[in-house]
């Protein structure tokens, strides 16, 4: 995105954050990004969406990728996938930006439009990187933000906005990633229906056959594609996915520290405890 695209977005976005963090809008699946002071690395976890910064920067870290999505470029999240983030932003200059979260029966019906790859796409795209926006992505954002200003607009012409969206991320650089989400075969198709699965029934005693067997591969086989694809082991990644919604749970002040490990769950609070202070570097009870 150029400069000017850039400060058009924020320009528009800007008198519509009027509170830090991910905010609803009055079109579903969008939400509006803002923050006006910096945050330290920190651990979370995106659903599935497309995430584009007007203004300020974020950096995620992922493994050892470091990735950097701001003015410029836009995130491509195809999988939920724990990882950890920093925020640049000041009060000048707050963050601004929009998450436009990806509908697997909408995405199928645009893949279903598009032609065929001109050749075969060899190995799992990336579940997770930030690509430079192009004209047609940037043209389709700004008119998807044009179209929040007011809500006759959004009742009528959200839903179109989104699809535009979705339909330029599909003839983006990553639009493989999202592509093969829903053709229904392939590795990286079965680990995304087991990520919605675990994230659907993350509190139950689920083990790495049941996850195999559900995704009809042996248990060695999806045990080294669910890290190929996320790199974590699925026994990591069920324990990190516990630790953020525990948190979420706690920073809504809605349950004590036993509730919410029993919550996501642990049976032993003591371990709970432990494993939470670990990831997090405060203690449950502190938040």
């Given at each position: 995105m150029c400069d000017a695209r850039a400060s058009r977005l924020a320009r528009t976005l800007a008198p519509l954050a009027t509170t830090d963090g991910f905010s609803d809008t009055a079109i579903d699946g969008v939400k509006l990004i803002a923050s006006g002071c910096s945050h330290p690395r920190t651990p979370l976890i995106y659903e599935p969406g497309l995430f584009v910064i007007a203004q300020g920067d974020k950096i995620g870290y992922l493994g050892d990728r470091v990735i950097h999505y701001g003015p410029g470029n836009y995130l491509v999240q195809a999988m939920p996938l724990p990882f950890e983030c920093e925020t640049l932003a000041d009060p000048d200059t707050p963050l601004l930006g929009l998450s436009i979260g990806v509908d697997p029966l909408t995405l199928s019906e645009l893949v279903h439009h598009l032609p065929a790859p001109a050749r075969?796409?060899?190995?799992?795209?990336?579940?997770?990187?930030?690509?430079?926006?192009?004209?047609?992505?940037?043209?389709?954002?700004?008119?998807?933000?044009?179209?929040?200003?007011?809500?006759?607009?959004?009742?009528?012409?959200?839903?179109?906005?989104?699809?535009?969206?979705?339909?330029?991320?599909?003839?983006?650089?990553?639009?493989?990633?999202?592509?093969?989400?829903?053709?229904?075969?392939?590795?990286?198709?079965?680990?995304?229906?087991?990520?919605?699965?675990?994230?659907?029934?993350?509190?139950?005693?689920?083990?790495?056959?049941?996850?195999?067997?559900?995704?009809?591969?042996?248990?060695?086989?999806?045990?080294?594609?669910?890290?190929?694809?996320?790199?974590?082991?699925?026994?990591?990644?069920?324990?990190?996915?516990?630790?953020?919604?525990?948190?979420?749970?706690?920073?809504?002040?809605?349950?004590?520290?036993?509730?919410?490990?029993?919550?996501v769950g642990y049976r032993s609070t003591s371990q709970f405890s432990r494993e939470y202070k670990r990831y997090f570097g405060v203690s449950p009870s502190r938040g």
């Open positions: 075969a796409e060899r190995g799992s795209p990336e579940p997770m990187a930030a690509v430079a926006l192009d004209a047609p992505m940037a043209e389709a954002v700004q008119r998807l933000a044009d179209c929040l200003q007011d809500e006759y607009s959004s009742r009528a012409l959200g839903e179109g906005r989104v699809r535009e969206v979705l339909f330029a991320a599909l003839n983006g650089p990553q639009g493989h990633s999202l592509r093969q989400l829903v053709q229904q075969h392939g590795h990286y198709a079965r680990i995304a229906e087991s990520l919605n699965y675990l994230h659907r029934h993350f509190a139950l005693p689920l083990t790495v056959e049941t996850l195999a067997e559900r995704a009809n591969m042996s248990a060695s086989h999806f045990h080294h594609h669910f890290k190929r694809v996320t790199q974590l082991s699925p026994v990591q990644y069920l324990k990190r996915l516990r630790l953020l919604r525990a948190r979420v749970l706690l920073g809504q002040q809605r349950v004590n520290v036993a509730r919410a490990a029993a919550d």
